[in-house]
């Protein structure tokens, strides 16, 4: 006589233990008529509660679209269930739009999709700084007073420190502070110096990991007589490597 083991139930494909990244704004073609959806976009969120995603089958015309009562908010495990492949697409950052040709295919990521809130505007951090950064960036001030920007993959956080010295004595203190730093949890990758003759510029670049990942930081120090605005660029993905070296360098004195 055979014995078949009873198959457990798999608690990775429940999706309830899914990052709290907020509600889902869904069509409800995916929910009433059973179909997986193959267009979604994440936008800046227009309440706390609100992950920013717009998911939908595809096949909605805009006469739909435009009706509320054609969409609803669902949590992303809901959502997951229907269709586990959103699983890595749901982490990604505002601004994302994703695409695929059918139910089965793989998903590839839109350039050319116009985001309503995708422009760059900017930011004035103080009396002398500003920065040129993009709009979909959300903008919050942490406990400790740091300026915080995110997306949701790609973060930069800015601390200003005003100190009673000159620039070239500040610049002299950074670098010897990039060239021995402790590198025992992380390697200094690379170096960088964007230095002129108003403003120095000097960083370098890591890796760091959680339990979820491994992510890439520049610390940038933009400098000029008796203050250093510290930035940390977060980013994922290799390809956002520049993303954060122009912005460290869209970084600018007002008066410039």
């Known amino acids: 006589m ?22 889902l ?21 227009t309440r706390p509660e609100d992950s920013g995603w717009r998911v939908f089958t595809g096949f909605e015309s805009e006469e739909y679209t ?30 994302s739009v994703y695409e695929r040709l059918s139910d089965d295919s793989g998903w590839y990521k839109v350039t050319d999709f116009d985001l309503e809130d995708d422009y760059m505007t900017t930011h004035k951090l103080t009396e002398e700084w500003t920065i040129e950064i993009n709009n979909l960036f959300e903008r919050t001030i942490e406990e400790d007073g740091t300026l915080y920007y995110t997306t949701g993959d790609k973060s930069i956080r800015l601390t200003i420190w005003n100190l009673q010295k000159n620039k070239d004595e500040l610049y002299e203190e950074c670098k010897h502070d990039i060239t021995n730093r402790d590198e025992t949890f992380s390697k200094t990758l690379d170096q960088f110096e964007f230095s002129d003759s108003q403003v ?11 339990e979820e990942k491994i992510y890439n930081v520049l610390f940038g120090f933009t400098i000029i007589d ?24 869209n970084i600018k004195l007002q008066t410039l």
């Open 2 to 23: 055979k014995f078949f083991k009873k198959k457990s139930i798999q608690n990775e494909n429940n999706f309830d233990d899914f990052p709290p990244i907020g509600g």
């Open 25 to 45: 704004m869904v069509s409800k073609m995916v929910l009433d008529k059973n179909m997986k959806p193959r267009f979604l976009y994440r936008e800046k969120r």
């Open 66 to 95: 435009d009706n509320p009562d054609n969409s609803g908010i669902y949590n992303p495990s809901t959502i997951l269930k229907i269709d586990p492949s959103l699983k890595d697409i749901l982490l990604k950052g505002i601004g």
């Open 200 to 210: 120095s510029r000097i960083g370098y670049l890591i890796q760091e990991n959680d």
């Open 226 to 249: 008796k203050e250093v605005l510290q930035t940390a660029f977060y980013f994922d993905e290799e390809e956002d490597f520049d993303w954060a070296i122009n912005t460290w360098k």
